[in-house]
């Protein structure tokens, strides 16, 4: 997809989908996993000059990595679970062991038999010691959680596991945990736009008229509209949904017990979970007043003053540079613009706010130490941001837009998953019902 079709607005009434039933997803989610574990796992331990790799978790506290390594029916580490991968080099395949009964789906090998090594700390020992490598990569991190799943118990028996001679080989990064979280393989990123769109569609229906009545809903009613939709579809969700309401006349957000008035702009934040996989969005609606077929000129150059933000946050991309030095190009560009930005946006995948660099925070927009992480190639993004602007029909009252919406980054350019919102979703009140002399 080029550049330009990477820009395209989102379908205008998007339509709820099929979604797939529990065994037909645990039977992509697999087949995903054993192609991530094919390939992203060798390019990941050679691209870092490490032959064997190491994850421990107990049940109930996964390593973030583990517990994305699980096949469909594992769900849970069991007691404790140790994977082993190993590169013994010449381009032969990444040995993948399990030191524990249970082969996980077939996706590792179980290599620790009770009945004959009792103790399977001891077990875990053996194996590394047969196999000798020279770097042992464990995951502990002061940077990111997604690379700090080694907790100190687990890390202090696998160093008394090992023999004297390997226990100077171990070598703690964030490096493989970061790159097996962040990366997308393309049967993921051939699905992501389906569940993005399911998203998407979920969110026009909840800002629309056939949720909300003017004057009668209110804000948290379709906070919990969304949320029972979301269980309806059998689907999950990763947080909380919002509904927040710009007034002329209110200098802040109105949210919770607040009824929705004519005239009020909505913004909502919502995602939802699906394959394993996140979206994120926020979006904006507005509720006609009497008379209007559309929003007020100033609402929608706050609209289209967020949209030129994206632009100028997606024209900074650029593989292995920062999140800080993409954010300061960005906040250039913008600027330069006319615009006031606030650039907070992160990657996404396994988790909403995923494993990778971070590109400002809605409370800093200057350098962040997540932000010295370096923007890789096939990753999952969601461009989030919020333009500022006077609004003249509302007074001059400076009035927040914010935007948010999914994308990916191919090592060359942004392309959003399924559009991005360039109008307003438009809520009329119902029509009224002709009476029976009528």
């Given at each position: ?244 309401i710009a007034r002329r006349g209110s200098t802040e957000m109105l949210e919770g017990d607040v009824v929705i008035e004519k005239g009020d702009m909505l913004w909502t934040d919502f ?73 907070y946006s992160h990657p996404i995948g396994y988790h909403g706010h995923g494993a990778g660099p971070a590109i400002g925070f809605w409370d800093n927009q200057g350098d962040s130490p ?69």
């Amino acid at each position: 997809m080029s550049a330009s079709a990477g820009n395209l607005a989102e379908a205008e009434k998007p339509v709820v989908g099929d979604v797939l039933p529990l065994k037909e997803r645990a039977r992509v989610q697999d087949a995903w996993l054993k192609e991530r574990l094919d390939t992203i796992v060798p390019a990941l331990m050679r691209a870092n000059g490490v032959d064997m790799w190491v994850l421990v978790a107990r049940e109930y506290l996964e390593d973030p990595v583990v517990a994305t390594m699980l096949d469909a029916e594992s769900m849970r580490a069991r007691r404790t679970t140790i994977l082993i991968f190993f590169d013994s080099g010449g381009g032969q395949p990444i040995e993948r062991l399990t030191v524990s009964r249970y082969g996980l789906g077939g996706l590792f090998a179980p290599s620790w038999d009770p009945g004959a090594q009792p103790d399977q700390w001891a077990r875990f020992g053996e194996i590394v010691a047969e196999r000798n490598p020279r770097r042992i990569a464990i995951n502990s991190s002061a940077l990111t959680a997604f690379g700090d799943g080694m907790t100190l118990s687990q890390h202090q028996a696998l160093v008394a596991a090992l023999p004297e001679t390997l226990r100077g080989r171990v070598v703690p990064t964030d490096a493989l945990a970061v790159g097996w979280l962040e990366t997308r393989i393309p049967a993921e990123l051939e699905a992501y736009p389906s569940i993005v769109r399911l998203a998407h569609a979920i969110i026009a229906e909840g800002l629309s008229g056939k949720v909300i009545t003017p004057g009668v809903t209110k804000a948290e009613d379709v906070v919990w509209w969304f949320r029972e939709r979301i269980a309806g579809l059998g689907l999950a969700t990763w947080f909380q949904p919002s509904l927040g309401i710009a007034r002329r006349g209110s200098t802040e957000m109105l949210e919770g017990d607040v009824v929705i008035e004519k005239g009020d702009m909505l913004w909502t934040d919502f995602g939802i979970t699906y394959l394993g996989l996140n979206t994120d969005t926020q979006h904006l609606a507005y509720v006609l007043r009497d008379g209007e077929t559309d929003a007020p000129a100033g609402l929608k150059a706050g609209l289209k003053a967020a949209n030129a933000i994206q632009d100028a946050l997606t024209a900074s991309f650029k593989a292995g540079l920062t999140g800080n030095a993409v954010l300061a190009a960005a906040r250039v560009r913008a600027i330069t613009g006319g615009h006031r930005p606030t650039i907070y946006s992160h990657p996404i995948g396994y988790h909403g706010h995923g494993a990778g660099p971070a590109i400002g925070f809605w409370d800093n927009q200057g350098d962040s130490p997540t932000g010295t992480m370096t923007i890789n190639p096939n990753t999952a993004w969601s461009i989030e941001l919020s333009a500022a602007l006077a609004v003249p029909e509302w007074d001059g009252q400076l009035v927040d837009f914010r935007l948010e919406e999914d994308a990916w980054f191919d090592g060359r350019s942004v392309t959003y998953l399924d559009g991005r919102q360039s109008d307003f979703h438009l809520i009329s009140a119902p029509r009224q019902s002709l009476s029976a002399k009528e």
